[in-house]
Structure formats: structure tokens, C-alpha cells
């Protein structure tokens, strides 16, 4: 039986993050319906483009709602083509028999090149220059900050951490980190939040987004930064108070900040803080390498290869709820 898969990507999205050699692969293994408009899907346009489809492949922005689950009964698993599911409503699925999966972190490496590229420019005020020759003006010749001498605080220590930790000591720096879990890395020194922030010239969030890092940087944490020092977002928007970062820099207390993410649209940076000269705004490209997003494309196609040969997906989130998958290995066979 020819499974029939639906991919949310929009055209543009698919050039970017999908690829062709990934749906050349997903070609190999089911029946594949594209989504040719640019518009992003609602959950309505969703279910009316996805129906009769037994798997969907989800973008990052396309949400996972309850009534998608319900309205669609051919529906077998809902891949998410990135980490981040927190808009797919993972107990709808469940009570509907939907696996849900998710891939897995394919841009370690990405992520923590563009920290080190932040601190660079932060600490030199590369774009800055830049910015003024293209204007026809001789930029202002600034006093820089020299890394090998530096110290770069990380908040959340996971994969991300553990590379920017590796190559931060690569360049001389002295790292601290804050995790709730226990730290082994050579060259990197488990602190508190509070000594991180008051001993970094870089402080780096990479901490998860959850209801308890909600506005992890805030008005007390950022007055507890060392004056001068540079703040640097390369996790999730909500985890900075946006109008405190703002007071931060207006006070000068912060030199600058640099921000792949935030509150606007999709993690983007917020516009109030991207025009600002003292913040570097990126349009949430950490991941944004050929290399990154076709693990995380190939991911899905790996997951396709596991329901059509009758197995669990790797990056299932919820293997006790697929009582649709079961009916329809019952049927097959």
C-alpha cells in the first residue's frame, strides 16, 4: 500500500529548508503532495490541503491543532521537521492514534559558528563599519574587546553550549556556564546564574523556552551583567523581556546585544530592537546552512522509510498512541 504524504513547506520554505535530494528521497518511499502557495497554512487550509493523506511533514510555523487531528481520519503521524513542537498539540494526537515526531538537532554546529561570529563583530564593530563606508561615511574607530582575553558566559548547556564551549576556549576565552546539570567539559567552569552574569564580557542564552524561563533576562538579571558587556540571543524570544533588554542598552549599562531570535513573527527579532545601531538582528538563520536543515529534512525522510516499512519512527514523541498506525498495519497485513 502507497502511503500519501503532504509536506507544508511553501515553495520558498522548500528551497530552503527541504531540498530537492531530500524529496527525491521522499519520493522514493510514498506518494508526495506539495503545497504550492506562499501563504502560510492555517489549520483549516491545512486539513483541506492534507485530506486523504496519511502523513503530513510539518515546516516549523505550520501548528499541529486538535481540529487537525480530528478532521483528518486517514491521518497516521505528524512529522515536525525541526525540534520545536510546543505548536502541536501533542494530546490532541494522542487521543486521536496520530504519532508525532520530531527531528533532531542537525544545527549544532551552525548555531555555535554564528555565536562566535556575533562576539566577533560585537567585540570589533564590524557591521558597523560596514554599514558606514556603504553609507559613504568614515565610521568611527572604535576600541575593541580581544576574545583571548575575554570571558564568555553560557546559559543552558546542552549540545548548542557544549560547541560554542569547545571553541570559546579554542579562541583563549575563559567560559563559565549555568546548567541545572552537571557539567564535565575541560576548559569550562560551572557557575551560578548570578556569578555568570556579573564575571562575562559575552553572555550567551541558550537556555530551553519553558513556562519557567519565560523572561529569563529580565530587568534584575540584566542589571546584574557586568557594565559594558554584550548580551547575545541564539535561543527562543521568550525567554528575554524585551523592554528591559531596551532599558539595558538605553542606560548604556549593556555595550550591545546580538539577536538571531525574539518576539516577532516566527522567532523573529523584533523590529524596536533590529534597528537599533547597538544590536546585530539576524532573521533566525542559526540553523540556516545546507547542512543543518537537510539532517533535519532527511530526518523525516527517515521517518517515512520506519511507518512504510511498518516500524516506529525514530523522534517519536508519543509511541503509545498510535492506534491509527496499528489499524493500519492490521489492514496491510
Partial sequence: MTMRVFLTHTPHMRANYYGEAALAGLRELAEVRLYQSETPLDTAALIAQAKGCDIIISDRQTAGEAALFEALPDLVAFLRCAMDIRSVDVPAASRAGVLVTRA?????????????????DLSRGVGRAAASYRAGVSPAIEMGVQLSTATVGIIGFGAIGRRVGIVSAALGMRVLASDPAPIAQPGVEQVGMTELLGHSDFVICLAPATPVTENLMNAQ?????????????????????????????????????????????????????????????????????????????????????ALVQGRLPPGTVNADHGARFERLLKRAS
Fill in 104 to 120: 533532531t538537532a542537525g544545527f549544532v554546529d551552525a548555531v555555535a559558528e554564528l555565536a562566535v561570529g556575533f562576539m566577533v
Fill in 221 to 305: 538579571t540584566f542589571a546584574a551583567m557586568r557594565k559594558g558587556s554584550f548580551f547575545i540571543n541564539l535561543a527562543r524570544g521568550e525567554l528575554v523581556d524585551e523592554a528591559s533588554l531596551i532599558a539595558a542598552l538605553d542606560s548604556g549599562h549593556l555595550r550591545g546585544a546580538a539577536l538571531d531570535v525574539g518576539r516577532a513573527p516566527d522567532q523573529m527579532p523584533s523590529p524596536l530592537l533590529a534597528g537599533r545601531p547597538d544590536v546585530i538582528a539576524t532573521p533566525h538563520i542559526g540553523g540556516l546552512t545546507p547542512q543543518a536543515t537537510q539532517h533535519q529534512a532527511f530526518d523525516t525522510v527517515e521517518q517515512v522509510a
